[in-house]
């Protein structure tokens, strides 16, 4: 029988202690978000979610003032998100505004009452720093991002060069949805003309030819959204969703040139940014026309992940975001953290003599691999496989793109489904996966299949039980105390990743 909780012994086992919560309040133009995250980490978890969009900046470019009904939305929203903050027990709250507030002649009276709210000086920050931190939000989700980030608002758009850690000077203008909607006096073909003069002579956008555009922002996702649908996109994931640039200029010019409500599966757009679409499809068209990117990549990682990101030490920030995330749902979910760890140097050794191609990337994925390949092992048997990829397919992970998601998925299902008949079992993630990268799937895991009958997921096992390709021979050495750990199924196994590599397989011992 459980023993009763205490206040000392409540923390939830789903949950990382890495101390109280901390969060960040954006009030942006169109929106006002809550985030509560876990920690301040290389992959901070969001514990909370809530936004409210109160369309702050819908008049501020011809009246320059902030709607009244607007403000009290905002408020209204503010004493709310204060009140989950205390009642989360929230240590340390970040809030950010940005370009309505600094542009609005009311902008000062508004936010010295949402200081009083919030009981927190609130940061109006500057453009050029809101794109900074844009930038640091696409570098902390991203591995080795190249391009140009762009952040569409709803007053204004920052544009930044990203290459790997390296951000140049950004730049921001007056191009958010509501800025434009409410300049152009919503009209899309006055709104053409202010984007076009707006972007004419830009040095920036010269830079990304051939290169990727980042897209963040609310409206360009809600765009993306539309875009998965119609497409029958099978992985319901934003963050790293790619379209080509030819296809995202063709798609941006559909939706600019109807009315929303007649767009083919507009039902998943939230009603209240449909109006904005046509704006935003506008804003993304003469950004593919002038950059030239190869293609378009939307962020679900933005100004408050890069605020976050600015407050890790160096160390921190050198570290591989997919592998921290990896390692802490190891720790939360696995029989064996350890055992986990001890894969990724046990599947070293075998990749290295086995003959197989692996890129740093492909390796990468394969020790993300290694540290979930245990997460359903709660499950039942026969849903173990399908419980575990669900999870991972659909896993908060930054750093990986949507094939890569597919690998890591698809190799834990088969290490727990098999290889026999896998066409019929596997799922449609398998779409998004190339040859090679379903190839390496298999054979990472039916190596993972091997491994786990061997140790029975202890950890201490697996580096006195090598695997390695020696003379052309698969082979699986048991020698000393580890010999009674083969038999019928470990010889099995073994047989099955060997028709694989193409070797003969043998259990040393």
């Known amino acids: 029988m459980l023993e009763k909780l205490t206040p000392a012994t409540a923390v939830a086992q789903g949950r990382l202690d890495y101390g109280p919560p901390v969060a960040v309040i954006d009030i942006g133009s169109n929106s006002v978000r809550l985030v509560v995250y876990e920690g301040v980490t290389r992959s901070p978890t969001p514990l909370f979610n809530e936004k409210t969009l109160a369309g702050l900046g819908r008049e501020v470019q011809t009246k320059g003032l902030l709607p009244a009904d607007a403000v009290e939305k905002a408020l209204a929203s503010l004493k709310r998100f204060r009140a989950l903050c205390d009642t989360m027990q929230v240590e340390r709250l970040w809030v950010l505004a940005t370009a309505a507030c600094r542009d609005a002649r009311n902008g000062k009276d508004f936010i010295a009452a949402a200081e009083q709210i919030c009981r927190t000086k609130i940061d109006v920050i500057s453009g050029q720093r809101e794109a900074e931190l844009t930038a640091l939000g696409v570098v902390s989700g991203f591995h080795r991002p190249d391009g140009i980030v762009g952040d569409l608002g709803g007053g204004s758009l920052e544009l930044v060069d990203v ?8 730049t921001t203008l007056p191009l958010g949805g509501l800025a434009l909607q409410d300049r152009s006096g919503r009209s899309i073909k006055k709104a053409e003309k202010i984007v076009k003069d707006a972007f004419d002579d ?32 099978p992985l319901h994931v934003m963050h790293g969703y790619v379209i080509r640039a030819k296809e995202a200029l063709e798609f941006s010019r559909l939706v600019r040139r109807v009315h929303p409500d007649t767009l083919s599966q507009i039902e998943v757009v939230n009603a209240a940014r449909r109006p904005l679409l046509p704006y935003a499809a506008l804003v993304l068209e003469h950004i593919v026309r002038e950059a030239e990117p190869r293609d378009v990549v939307f962020s679900a990682l933005g100004v408050r992940e890069g605020l976050l990101y600015s407050l890790l030490d160096a160390d921190e920030r050198k570290k591989d975001a997919l592998i921290a995330a990896a390692r802490e749902l190891n720790l939360l979910r696995s029989r064996s953290p350890q055992h986990g760890e001890e894969l990724i140097e ?33 499950a039942h048997p026969d ?24 690998y890591l998925a698809l190799a834990i299902f088969f290490r727990h489904v098999g ?43 697996l580096p006195r039980t090598p695997l390695k390709v020696e003379r052309h021979r698969l082979v699986l050495r048991l020698e000393g105390d580890t010999a009674a750990l083969g038999g019928e199924r470990v010889a099995s196994r073994l047989k099955q990743l060997a028709r694989l590599v193409g070797r003969e397989p043998v259990v040393s011992t």
């Open 419 to 461: 290889l026999l008949h896998d066409e019929e079992l596997s799922p449609r993630i398998r779409e998004l996966a190339s040859t090679r990268t379903l190839d390496r799937a298999r054979v990472l895991g039916a190596a993972l299949r091997v491994a786990y009958m061997v140790s029975a997921s202890q950890p201490g096992v």
């Open 163 to 170: 290459h790997g850690s390296r951000i140049k000077p950004g």
């Open 346 to 378: 046990w599947t070293d050794a075998f990749m290295a003599t086995s003959g197989i191609d692996e890129n740093a990337e492909e390796k990468r994925l394969r020790h993300a691999a290694c540290l979930v390949a245990d997460i359903g092992w709660r």
């Open 202 to 233: 830009l040095k920036l956008l010269k830079g990304g030819e051939g290169r990727t555009f980042y897209a963040i922002g609310g409206t360009w996702r809600a765009l993306a959204q539309l875009h998965m649908a119609q497409m029958g996109y």
């Open 383 to 406: 849903y173990r496989g399908e419980q575990s990829l669900s999870i991972i397919a659909h896993a908060a992970f930054v750093g990986i793109d949507h094939p890569g998601r597919a």
